[in-house]
């Protein structure tokens, strides 16, 4: 079965336009962080605006914090309002794994081939995660060239150990996977490509307008508000210490997250029509 899935991936187009707009997304958004906000803050960009880099405030390229935003993996840049180009290609990556047997009807010919239906659940959640797993170190390469660009052609010192490097980018490839299997489990679960579009359109940008609303009505940021995906994912990738749980904490909770979606995609698989 995982076979068969890595063959049904490599021979839809979507599979590949998914793949290259993660990566080039992403690497036109960290080019731009390590070039652009440095020149605003500077005044080399928007020198008779200054309203635009009070807003911005100062960036030191040189901190821990700025070179740990240019490593996600997923080219949010830390933000808990941001939704990286990466993200929304990475999800799409899994809702297409989910989605297109049901839409060209080969989940009829896998049943048939396999009667037991979580055997070719998990065979699909294996080619996922193999295909996101491959992506996500292919993002943790372009993430590691743009720091090691930025270091190379600007006033800019590494401030982070290699192992922190390894850590962060480790870190990005399992919520690179995680978020793939998410959107995988959605696509099975809503079969409908066009539901299961509406769906992560919906996480995508429901959360930060959620976060935004809790922290304008609260003054803050209640640590349940940021016990959602994408903030999970922003979590495990971060500096220990630069968000409400711990990065190992936020990827486990979003491994549960994906599980309980993925549970009930299965239940959901078994028990309905074909």
Do not use: C
Not at 79 to 93: D, E, H, N, Q, Y
């Amino acid at each position: 079965m995982i076979r068969a899935e890595l063959m049904k991936m490599r021979t839809v187009g979507s599979t590949w336009v998914a793949l290259a707009v993660a990566l080039g997304g992403l690497l036109i958004t960290q080019i731009l962080l390590v070039t652009v906000l440095p020149a605003i803050a500077a005044g080399s960009i928007l020198a008779n605006e200054p309203a635009a880099r009070a807003e911005l405030g100062p960036v030191d390229t040189s901190s821990t914090g700025f070179q740990y935003g240019a490593l996600d993996v997923l080219g949010a840049s830390g933000s808990s309002g941001s939704i990286g180009i990466a993200t929304i290609a990475v999800l799409a990556l899994g809702l297409i794994v989910g989605t297109t047997d049901f839409r060209h009807g080969g989940i009829l010919g896998a049943a048939l081939a396999r009667p037991a239906r979580t055997v070719i659940l998990g065979g699909k959640v294996a080619a996922t995660a193999i295909v996101a797993a491959v992506l996500g170190v292919a993002l943790a390469a372009v993430s590691l060239a743009v720091l090691l660009s930025l270091v190379a052609f600007s006033p800019a010192e590494l401030a982070l150990q290699p192992a922190e490097i390894a850590s962060s980018l480790g870190r990005g490839v399992i919520a690179v996977v995680l978020l793939a299997l998410l959107g995988l489990a959605v696509g099975v679960l809503l079969r409908g490509q066009i539901a299961a579009s509406i769906v992560v359109a919906v996480v995508l940008v429901g959360e930060p307008i959620l976060q935004g609303f809790v922290q304008l009505v609260t003054g803050s940021l209640p640590v349940w508000a940021q016990i959602l995906p994408l903030s999970l994912a922003r979590a495990g990738m971060a500096a220990p210490g630069d968000a409400a749980l711990e990065p190992l904490l936020a990827l486990a909770a979003l491994a549960a997250i994906v599980g309980i979606v993925t549970a009930a995609a299965a239940i959901a698989l078994r028990r309905r029509d074909l």
